[in-house]
């Protein structure tokens, strides 16, 4: 499967196809210095096949998790890539999930102010959503992807066969951004969760949810308004990410995925539908709700800088397949979060 993101003179094609990434040769120019960005938790094999297919690679990996999307491992990446005597006509591949992507891509969008950059996702969630758009971003300490640039990549290679040792919980984590793209817009997709098989189904729900997001970016690359319709439960799954999140030295908690499934619960105002969603929520595995200090969440919202200026944008979903965006005080945040009453 194959489908092109256009954005003029940066178009850019996204191949779906299990084993592509041994073909990457064939869709991209690897006759130069090219740096593989990827992390420790993602099997090896895969930063090596890209490897081997370039004239000259330097592996770069970076440890697991969301602490990666720091300065310092930007930092530490760009200097490895200094180090190879990379120039401006030379290449960052990234293979890993969301975390990779975001760092590397920012990375590609700093180095010489600016450098080709190419997306090999490895999870559901890089898959489904952060892989294509070209956001780019590291986080500084608890508050997400504040530091960051849009930077398109040439290509993205989805290549199903690395899901095979995804670990299952991370693997239904990323199914919650297909769930949002269904609810905002495609109630077939919606459909698939829930009257079909999900794991037989993964390649079409991959490629829809793309499809949703392409189409949401073409119209909308930098966020000017169409596109905070992809933040739907993104205000209040960050405050719960902050809080509760996966981080640093906290090993326990939940995974991006999980805490944007939460955040857009309060936001589907049709009682049938969040029941639906709820249940979709239940047969897939992700959490149906949780524990959290909503004070704290509350003040972590207050960081997000979608709520700097007192007013903060979100995506309500009157029912399925629809959206609106409804600027609110930051104090009704509160409402939503069950504070007021
Ligand atoms: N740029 C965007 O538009 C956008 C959109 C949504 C989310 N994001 C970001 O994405 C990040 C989350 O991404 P994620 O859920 O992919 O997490 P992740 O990148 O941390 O990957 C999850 C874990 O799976 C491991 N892994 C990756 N691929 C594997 C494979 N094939 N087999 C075995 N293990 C593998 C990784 O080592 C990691 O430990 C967050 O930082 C979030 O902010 C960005």
């Known amino acids: 499967m194959k489908m092109t993101l256009h954005l003029g003179k940066r178009s850019y094609n996204i191949i779906l196809k299990r084993g592509a990434l041994a073909n990457l040769h064939q869709l991209a120019d690897l006759n130069r210095k090219v740096a593989v960005v990827t ?15 370039c004239k000259a690679a330097r592996i770069i990996t970076v440890p697991q998790g969301e602490a990666s999307k720091s300065l310092k491992t930007l930092e ?97 984590n990323g199914l919650a951004e297909a769930i949002k793209a269904g609810l905002l817009a495609d109630a077939e997709l919606f459909d698939l969760f829930e009257n079909g098989d999900v794991d037989k189904n993964i390649e079409k729900i991959i490629y829809r949810s793309l499809q949703v997001k392409r189409r949401v970016v073409e119209k909308d690359e930098t966020e000017a308004g169409l596109r905070k319709c992809l933040n739907l439960g993104h205000t209040l799954g960050h405050g719960i990410e902050a809080v509760k999140g996966v981080k640093g030295r906290r090993k326990t908690g939940l995974f991006h995925g999980e805490c944007v499934a939460l955040g857009m619960l309060p936001m589907i105002e049709e009682e049938a539908l ?32 979608k709520a700097q200026s007192g ?17 609110i005080p930051t104090s009704e945040l509160r409402t939503l979060l069950g504070l007021n009453g």
Request: with cysteine.
């Open 39 to 53: 992390d420790s938790g993602v099997p090896a094999q895969y930063a090596q096949t890209v490897a081997d297919q």
């Open 76 to 172: 530490a990446v760009l200097y490895q890539m200094l180090d190879f005597g990379m120039g401006r006509g030379d290449l960052v591949v990234a293979v890993g999930g969301g975390v990779v992507g975001d760092m590397a891509g920012f990375a590609a969008a700093v180095y010489m102010r600016g450098i080709d950059f190419i997306n090999c996702p490895t999870t559901t969630l890089s898959m489904i959503d952060s892989s294509i758009g070209g956001k780019t971003a590291v986080d500084l300490g608890d508050t997400k992807n504040i530091v960051g640039a849009f930077h398109q990549p040439k290509v993205v290679v989805v290549d199903f066969a690395t899901l095979d040792t995804l670990p299952r919980r991370h693997y239904v």
């Open 274 to 305: 969040r029941k639906r969603t709820l249940a979709v929520y239940r047969k897939v595995g992700l959490p149906t709700r949780t524990t959290f200090d909503a004070e704290k969440v509350y003040a972590e919202m207050l960081h997000d800088k």
């Open 311 to 327: 007013k903060v944008t979100v995506i309500k979903v009157p029912g399925l397949g629809c959206w609106r965006a409804d600027t």
